[in-house]
């Protein structure tokens, strides 16, 4: 994707030295563009717990980095039980994101079964974390096939059955066509929070990108202003429609009409279809499970923990520090990025990162490999092998 007409990914090798891993801080945007240099685990450590990434897909491969930038400076002594013990402190940054672990954990089963010296171990796990970053930038276009077909499917009912106006939107949106699809996200589930492309608006670039009309309801995403901040950015950056609107406006905008479909990402989902993400997203499925309007989950094969069952009772829910809560940050008058007290110094805050919605909101999973329901035998239709 573009940031003033110039091609990015999330993560990247520094090109005139690769010991160094370069990422885009995502904590100063929208207002500032910051490159950082990672060069220790412990800069691996801040950066996901810190969130100058964040994002399921993108803490996966920061994640396999990490290792091979740990490696760097293990001797071949004990290398294996180093490694793994990387890999714990890794881990430990973030819980609730299964990319995280499946990135550290595919490194380290490699790791064990190679035979060959230092070098060839080096060579194995930088191998390794390329293939987990390419991996995701291809499920990531594959779900902007597949959801691109979706939204489709509304443009064509809505020309069909809407006249040329903007009766469906508010005097301050851009002027779109009535028959715009329009898409309401919540949080970043964009190519920030991933590689390349995003996952829940892998489709929305994909239809924009081949002339078909939308419209995006950018959700703020109290409390760090995900979607405010990083997804009003990128879809900005590459010329979206877009509004955005604070949390609780979403459930009205659907009693009127102003939603055709819901699109959001996911950070862990169940066998079962159950579905652990950013804080909010349950009251946007039950919304728009009162309106009759479609709820989509982007979900790469690499967000799905086969391992669960039971999403309520099963997946980790992060608890953050609550100063994200009781302050916020922005730019003021005088173009400096500062930060402001929001409650009593005194009140308490409880911040919960994570929600999770049941499977039964959820009209359906946009995975690489096809749209299926978010049941246990939707899912094994297209991974029959993990039956």
């Known amino acids: ?19 160094i891993v370069q990422i885009i801080d995502q904590r100063h945007l929208p207002h500032r563009f910051v490159i950082e240099d990672l060069r220790t685990l412990e800069d691996f450590e801040t950066a996901i717990r810190d ?3 964040r994002g399921a897909p993108l803490i ?33 940054t973030r819980p609730t994101a299964v990319n995280l672990a499946y990135a550290v954990d595919q490194i380290i089963f490699k790791i064990k079964n190679e035979s060959g010296g230092r070098e060839e171990k080096l060579k194995t796990i930088l191998q390794t974390a390329h293939d987990i970053t390419e991996e995701s930038v291809e499920h990531c ?8 077909k979706l939204i489709e ?9 809407r006249p040329p106006s903007t009766v469906h939107l508010l005097p301050s949106t851009p002027e779109v066509s009535g028959q715009a699809v329009n898409i309401l996200t919540h ?5 920030l929070a991933c590689i390349d492309h995003g996952t829940a608006t892998a489709p929305i670039y994909a239809a924009h990108d081949k002339g078909i009309p939308v419209h995006v309801w950018v959700d703020e995403t109290r409390p760090r202003n995900q979607g405010a901040r990083i997804t009003a950015f990128e879809l900005k950056e590459h010329g979206v429609p877009h509004t955005v609107i604070t949390d609780n406006a979403g459930g009205h905008l659907m009693q009127h009409g102003m939603v055709d479909m819901v699109i959001v990402g996911t950070d862990r989902t169940t066998r079962t ?13 039950l ?44 730019l003021n008058e005088d173009g400096k990025v500062v930060e402001v007290l929001l409650t009593p110094k005194e009140s308490p805050a409880a911040n919960y990162a994570f929600d999770v919605t049941p499977a039964r909101l959820v009209t359906g999973l946009i995975t690489e490999r096809g749209v299926c329901a978010a049941s246990e035998e939707g899912l094994l239709e297209l991974f029959p092998e993990h039956r």
């Open 1 to 19: 994707m573009k940031i003033n007409n110039q091609a990015y990914r999330t993560i990247w090798l520094k090109k005139d030295d690769p010991s």
């Open 51 to 53: 969130m100058h990434v």
């Open 60 to 92: 996966g491969s920061t994640a396999a980095y990490g290792m091979y930038t740990a490696a760097l400076h293990f001797s071949e002594n004990k290398f294996y039980e180093k490694i793994k013990e990387a890999g714990a402190r890794l881990k430990a």
């Open 141 to 148: 276009r594959l779900i902007g096939e597949h959801g691109l």
């Open 153 to 161: 499917e509304i443009h064509l009912r809505n020309t069909a059955s």
């Open 187 to 191: 949080c970043n589930a964009g190519w």
């Open 273 to 285: 279809g159950d579905v652990g993400n950013k804080i909010g997203t349950y009251l946007k499925a």
């Open 287 to 330: 919304a728009a499970h009162d309106n009759g309007i479609p709820f989509y989950i982007g979900a790469p094969s690499s967000s799905i923990d086969w391992s669960l069952r039971d999403g309520l009772k099963e997946i980790p829910i992060e608890m953050r520090n609550e100063n994200e809560v009781k302050k916020i940050r922005g």
